[in-house]
C-alpha cells in the first residue's frame, strides 16, 4: 500500500491519467492524497474535478485558491458567470454542476494524518502556527464553508486585508486571513505579513521576507508538509516541507509523491506550449 500525494492538477485531465499510470495506481492498495487547485486553466476541469470526484474513498483532497474561486464564481448571475474562461463554463454549466460544486465545498483547507506522519495544506502556514493550532483554525473556515450561510463566507473571503493572521481578528476579516494563509501564502516577514504580490522563486522577492518554511523563528511542527500552489518554486524537498507544484499547466510536469520516510518521486510531462505562469 502506497499513499501518493500529487500536485496541482489545474485542470490536466490527461496528464492526471498519465500520472496514475505511471505510478501505478490501485484503488484497491493505495490512496492518493491532492494538494488542492483541481481546475482552471488545463483545458479539462470538468473532466479533471469528475475524475477526482469518483476518486473520492481512495483519495484526500484540499481546497486551494483556484477551487474557491469557482465556488465563488458559481454564486455569480448566469451572464457573469459566462465571461469566466471556458474551462471554467465547461464546470459552471455541466449537468452534474451542482453534485461536483457541493463535493469541493466540502473539501478541507488542511489534512493531518498523524499515524503516517504528514500533513497536507494547498501554499503554506503561517510562522507561528504548528500543526496543532493550523487544524483549529482550518476548523473555524470548514464550519463555515459547509454550512447553510457558506455563499455569504464566499462572497467575503477575498481581498488582501488583513495581510496578516492575528489572534485578535475577528469575523470575515479573521476566516479572510486564515483562508490567505492556507491558500494564498507564498513569502511572508517574521510577523507573518504576506506578500501577495511577489510570486517568483526564492531569491526575487524584497528584503525582510522569507518562503514561509523558512521563516527564523517559526513554529515548532511535528509532522512532514506535502503542499502545491507555488509552480516558481519547482520540487522543494528541505526543512521539513515537500513542495510538488511543478507547473503541470505552464508546461512544467505533474508531480507524484510516494509518503514514507524515504519520499520517492515520479512525475510525467506538463502540457506542451505554454507559457510560464506564477499562481
Known sequence: M?????????GCYDETQRLLEAIRFDPAQDHLWFCGDLVNRGGQSLETLRLVKSLDIHSHVVLGNHDLSLLAISLRREDEQRKVNPDLQAVLFAPDRNELLDWLRLRPLLHVDRALGWAMVHAGLAPKWSIALAERRAHEVEARLHG????????NMYGNKPDAWSPKLEGFDRLRAIINVFTRMRFCNVRGTISFNEKGAPGTQKPGFYPWFEVPGHAPRDLKIVCGHWSTLGLFQGLGVHAIDTGCVWGGKLTALALGEEP????VPGKEGRKPGND
Open 2 to 10: 502506497t499513499t501518493w500525494a500529487i500536485g496541482d492538477l489545474q
Open 264 to 267: 520517492r518521486i515520479v512525475q
Open 148 to 155: 447553510k450561510n457558506h455563499d455569504k463566507l464566499l462572497r
